[in-house]
């Protein structure tokens, strides 16, 4: 595995996941196959590797390897996908979220910038493209994706440049037209398009969609003192983690002593999650990718999944 291709926290993942000896375990992003290896390494009796990326799938098939099980699918499929093979529930899921080193690297997908390529985007390379948002949105909902999602204070600029420059197909020129539009600024750290192009590539996959449902599906999947650990690389992901994890540990603030006394919620699925782990100084030298990601990660208890409704099923 390429230095570009290291799994992000891997020894942390690994540990927060424990024990793997003979666990059932899901991978919900294979990616490269980091994670996946290394817990049958340790010990794991199989892994189910999720991608919906049929790239990464064809790469993870052609290993080989008996007690992985790769499933070309998207991760908030796990429990019908697992349930259609016999498995009702699993000792481990493991999820890495966002793109892949190997999406960002390959210029022809349109993920990044660096390169020109086709904006595209789409990491099943099935659907509406980033350059179908891009042409066929309203200025106004674009500049609401852009702002929401890429967390860009001058959406509104961009928005009215992009719909103002129509119609957009290559990364180099939709960069171009965004960095002019958000004020890049010469020697700027960060390039000025990094938020929009993030805005369109989280709305093309429903990429905070997908991470509700599928932190949700682990909780189903889950057998009682299952591991769920999950790593992301920006706040919008964070977030979404970490207030799925409060609420399912019990841990959201009691109401007002002024308020009539509410009825008690479900019980928790979750003991209280452990402490956020962040990348240290060996691992940010050698891998950059891993300046941005935060792993969070909790043990399952034995109490029943909350409903869409936030009660018990």
């Known amino acids: 595995m390429s230095a570009a291709h290291m799994p992000v926290l891997l020894e942390e993942v690994m540990a927060a996941a424990a024990p793997l000896d003979g666990a059932l375990v899901v991978d919900g992003t294979f990616g490269a196959g980091g994670y996946s290896r290394e817990a049958l390494r340790r010990g794991a009796a199989k892994v189910y590797a999720f991608d919906r990326d049929p790239d990464a799938a064809s790469a993870g098939r052609a290993l080989g390897v008996d007690a992985l099980e790769i499933v070309e699918a998207s991760f908030s499929r796990m ?3 697992l349930a259609a093979r016999g498995v009702e529930a699993v000792d481990a899921v493991m999820l ?8 960002l690297d390959q210029a022809e997908r349109g993920f990044s910038f660096r390169e020109d390529g086709p904006l595209d985007m789409r990491m099943s390379q099935a659907g509406r493209s980033a ?3 891009v042409n066929e949105t309203e200025e106004a909902e674009l500049a609401d994706l852009i702002y929401l999602y890429g967390e860009e204070r001058r959406s509104r600029q ?3 440049a992009l719909v103002a420059a129509r119609p957009l197909t290559r990364t180099a020129e ?3 037209v965004v960095r002019k539009a958000a004020g890049q600024r010469p020697g700027q750290k960060t390039d000025a398009a990094t938020k929009t192009f993030q805005a369109l590539r989280i709305a093309v996959n429903d990429e905070l ?3 509700e449902r599928g932190l949700a599906a682990a909780e189903r999947l889950l057998r009682p003192e299952g591991r769920l650990v999950v790593v992301s ?3 919008l992901e964070d977030r979404i983690v970490k207030q799925f994890l409060r609420e399912r540990s019990g841990g959201t603030p009691a109401g007002s002593r002024h308020l009539p006394v509410q009825e008690a919620g479900p019980k928790a699925t979750f003991r209280k999650p452990r402490k956020q782990v962040r990348a240290g100084k060996d691992e940010l030298a050698g891998n950059p990718r891993s300046r941005s990601a935060t792993l969070r990660s909790a043990v399952r208890t034995s109490a029943p999944a909350w409903n869409d409704e936030g009660g018990a099923r």
């Open 174 to 176: 939709t960069a171009a």
């Open 131 to 133: 350059a179908d948002v």
């Open 158 to 160: 961009v928005a009215r």
């Open 209 to 211: 969609g997908e991470l």
């Open 96 to 103: 890495d979220i966002g793109v892949s080193s190997m999406q």
């Open 79 to 81: 429990e019908e996908e």
């Open 233 to 235: 690389f920006h706040s």
